[in-house]
């Protein structure tokens, strides 16, 4: 599926959130989570210094998968408790801002061509966890931003993702319209076909 436009919804988007759809995670194993860390964007170059530190550290690799996991879950709930205008469980957002708090330990100022930006530290290039660094400082960007109030939860029983509604009105209702949009329009023009 295409880009949320958002880091920290994407990653919520690698299961699926609908009670029947718990079974479907792109998160298998550690190598699972540095590939999609590649194709999103949240890695600078490639991943061989995680792929390194985690085959001469498989313990920790699988502690950081699981680790991982349970900041997405915090994360999926503490955005979608914003989008719904009400506070998150105190659990979820905890774990969101412990990971947001080690993040931001890791950004340090470089100079670029006409500017200072920010960067990570190379000290820390194979700390486990970096992968999920941009995901945590996305969520502070969007969940401090007026956005906040546009985020919603796909209206797909079989969904749940979350997304940004750019809409003027604010009346879109779907994470994709070419995806759940599509089946339930397919869904109502068969449900109008067998009533008539």
């Known amino acids: 599926m295409a880009s949320s436009g958002w880091l920290c919804i994407d ?12 079974s479907d995670d792109e998160l298998t194993d550690y190598e699972a989570l540095v590939a999609w860390g590649e194709r999103a964007g949240s890695l600078e170059g490639s991943g061989a210094a ?29 955005l979608r408790a914003a989008g719904e205008d009400r506070a998150p469980e105190p659990v979820h957002l905890e774990r969101v801002n412990e990971l947001v708090r080690r993040a931001a330990a890791h950004r340090v ?21 970096r992968v999920l660094w941009p995901v945590a400082l996305s969520a502070v960007e969007l969940l401090t ?25 604010r ?7 070419r ?11 068969r449900s109008r076909a067998r009533e008539s």
Do not use: I
Not at 171 to 177: E, K, P, Q, V
């Open 11 to 22: 990653f919520t988007r690698t299961r699926g959130w609908a009670p029947r759809d718990r």
């Open 50 to 78: 995680l792929r390194r530190g985690a085959r001469e550290r498989p313990g920790a690799a699988e502690r950081a998968l699981e680790a991982a996991l349970r900041f997405r879950e915090s994360l999926y709930h503490t």
């Open 109 to 129: 100022l470089a100079p670029g061509e006409d500017r200072y930006t920010w960067a990570w530290s190379d000290e820390d290039a194979d700390a486990l966890d």
């Open 145 to 169: 931003a007026d956005t906040r109030t546009r985020l919603r939860v796909c209206d797909a029983h079989d969904c749940g993702w979350l997304f940004v509604d750019e809409s003027r009105n």
């Open 171 to 177: 009346s879109r209702r779907w994470c994709d319209m």
């Open 179 to 189: 995806d759940c949009g599509n089946r339930a329009k397919v869904r109502r023009y």
